[in-house]
Every structure is written in structure tokens, then in C-alpha cells.
């Protein structure tokens, strides 16, 4: 009798451990799905209860004190299923096979939905100049020395803390720069970074160039946003993916034209809002506008080109070389991006 019990507790601890995970196995089980999407999970000892994040997606769910109990398991704070609940067992969090199962197909399905609706796959971050090209020059006084500051310095700070945010906020989206060093760039090796970023149909990418501004007239202040002019033609299609006529592709290439041209006006003027918020009256604003430099014209995405002020004017060389300013000018950037992100998504 007793080796009865024996080999009946012996089965069934292997049988529960058929229909049981570890943290590790269901980590796997969800970077299965997709190796792009970043997966991670967080655990609260004191109030018991987890998170598991699969790129944009999130899901809460209790830990329970014995096995066999059931709870929620809440999805985005809208899908909730009722589940057996992880518990704690010899000191290692184990998972019921039945959460795993829902927690999996339901992470599959979302990222199913995600392939098919449109998203902002890439962000590009060009900070201006750089190496032996220092962009505009001024000069801050601080402790009754003068000394000059350099536009390529400046726009590289702001572009690294911009990514290092965006980054943060978007494991799911590339965030890339075309420099993240003091080196030099051509106009053209930029272009060419940016338009070798491959995207799937759905998908778009952005460019940002971020750049200090300078004039003889030292009063001159203030930020702004510039896009391509809405007369410039060039062609954008790959014709390797296209086997149509001459008068189909010039249609269909004019329609691609108007499309980033739209959406490069919606980019300006959601970062242009995140700089009226976040400056207010303490920097004016000089408004959207519109010119065909380099960059935003050999671009083949949505894209703008940054101004955060002028070198040349004492107030706003100071406000880009303070800490406090430079955070402004991150943050602005942040919520404009992260505003149009929004908009294009939905």
C-alpha cells in the first residue's frame, strides 16, 4: 500500500509538471511569437501581483498563495479572463499551462492585429553638422568668462537624450540616429541612412533633422519647423515592386508625393505644439514652414527639419546650453513625436 502512494504521488507530481511552467518557459513561449517584440515581467512580492509586457501590449494577473486557485488575467485594461493563477511553489513562481495557453494566444492574436493596422516602425534622429563641420557658433557668459558653444554639440546632446526617451517608450519601434558621435556626415550619406530603413507595407518610418539656428541680426529668437514645399516633385516609388505603365506609376507616385507631404505637415505641427506647451512665452514660437533642404527633400518619408533656436541671440544660446533648457527642448521634441505617433496609428 504504501509504495501504492508512493508511485501515485510520484505521477502525479509528474503529471503537474507537465501542466506547469516556469517564468523562463513562458518568457520563451512569448519571444516565440515574435523575436522583434521585447518581452518583460515585473512582480510586486509585497501585493502579489504581476505584469507581463510583450511590446506595446501588457497584461496584470495576481499571484496566488496555493495552486489551484483562479483569478483575472487583464489584457491593455480592456480583455479579462478568468484563469488558474501562477503560485509559489518551493520558492520558484510556476505558471498553470492553462494561464500560459491564454496568455499566449491572446498575445499571439494582438500581435496578429499589429502586423495588419498601420504603425510608425522607425524613428530617424539627425542631429545636424557634426566633426569638422561645427554648424553655427555663439557665445554664453557664465562666471565672467565668455565661451562658444557649437551647434553640432547641442544637437547631438538633445538628439541622445531624445532617443534614449523614445527608446524607453517604444521598444517595439527602431530608433535610430545617422550620428551618435561627434563625426562628419554628408548631406547625402544621411539621405541615403535614412532611405535604406526598410518597412513593411503598413509601416512607415520618420525623420526628425535636429538643428540650432543663427542670423546677423542678434534678436532674432525663437524655434520652428520646416517640411518640403508642396511644389517640389520627385519620384519616391521602388519600381521593383511595380509592374504597371508609365502613366500608372506616374499616378500612383503622385499620390505617394501628396501622402508624405500631408503627413510631414501633421509631424511638423504636432512638434510644434509640443514646443508651444512646453515653453510657452519663455521662447516664441516662429511657426511652420516650408523650404526643400537636403535632408527633407532626398527623404523618402515623412520628414521635418528642427530648429530649436538661435545661436546667435544671448537668451536662446543660454537656453540650449542650460540643463534645464535642454530637458524643455527633449521633452517638447518627445510629446510632439509621441502625439503624431498617436494620430497616425489611430
Avoid at 558621435?181 to 541615403?192: G, N, P, T, W
Wanted: aromatic content about 10%.
Amino acid at each position: 500500500m504504501f509504495k501504492k502512494i508512493i508511485l501515485l504521488c510520484f505521477l502525479l507530481f509528474i503529471i503537474n509538471s507537465l501542466y506547469a511552467n516556469t517564468l523562463n518557459d513562458t518568457l520563451s513561449s512569448l519571444q516565440a511569437i515574435s523575436p522583434d517584440y521585447v518581452t518583460q515581467f515585473r512582480f510586486d512580492p509585497l501585493f502579489r501581483n504581476g505584469v507581463f509586457k510583450f511590446g506595446e501590449h501588457f497584461c496584470n494577473f495576481f499571484i496566488s498563495n496555493k495552486e489551484g486557485e483562479t483569478g483575472y488575467l487583464l489584457f491593455n485594461n480592456q480583455e479579462l479572463f478568468d484563469v488558474p493563477l501562477p503560485y509559489n511553489r518551493d520558492g520558484q513562481l510556476t505558471f498553470p499551462e492553462s494561464f500560459v495557453a491564454t496568455l499566449t494566444n491572446t498575445f499571439t492574436r494582438l500581435h496578429e492585429n499589429d502586423a495588419s493596422r498601420f504603425r510608425i516602425a522607425a524613428i530617424i534622429i539627425d542631429p545636424g553638422h557634426g566633426g569638422r563641420d561645427s554648424g553655427a557658433l555663439g557665445t554664453i557668459s557664465a562666471n565672467g568668462r565668455n565661451t562658444q558653444v557649437m551647434e553640432k554639440d547641442i544637437v547631438l546632446k538633445v538628439s541622445l537624450a531624445l532617443r534614449d526617451r523614445l527608446s524607453a517608450s517604444f521598444p517595439d519601434k527602431r530608433i535610430l540616429m545617422t550620428r551618435n558621435s561627434d563625426v562628419f556626415i554628408s548631406l547625402e550619406q544621411r539621405a541615403d541612412m535614412a532611405n535604406s530603413v526598410t518597412a513593411r507595407d503598413n509601416e512607415a518610418i520618420i525623420f526628425i533633422s535636429i538643428h540650432a539656428n543663427s542670423a546677423t541680426n542678434r534678436n532674432a529668437r525663437g524655434y520652428e519647423i520646416w517640411h518640403i514645399t508642396s511644389g517640389h516633385r520627385r519620384f519616391l516609388l521602388d519600381t521593383s515592386r511595380h509592374n504597371y505603365s508609365p502613366d500608372i506609376l506616374a499616378i500612383l507616385n503622385a499620390m505617394l508625393e501628396e501622402e508624405i507631404k500631408t503627413e510631414s505637415i501633421l509631424l511638423a505641427d504636432a512638434i510644434l505644439q509640443g514646443f508651444d506647451n512646453g515653453f510657452g512665452s519663455s521662447l516664441p514660437s516662429r511657426g511652420r514652414k516650408a523650404n526643400d533642404w537636403f535632408v527633407v527633400r532626398n527623404s523618402r518619408m515623412p520628414a521635418v527639419l528642427v530648429e530649436l533656436g538661435f545661436l546667435s541671440n544671448n537668451q536662446d544660446a543660454a537656453l540650449m546650453t542650460s540643463d534645464e533648457g535642454l530637458q524643455i527642448f527633449v521633452n517638447s521634441l518627445y510629446n510632439g513625436i509621441t502625439n503624431f505617433i498617436g494620430i497616425f496609428e489611430r
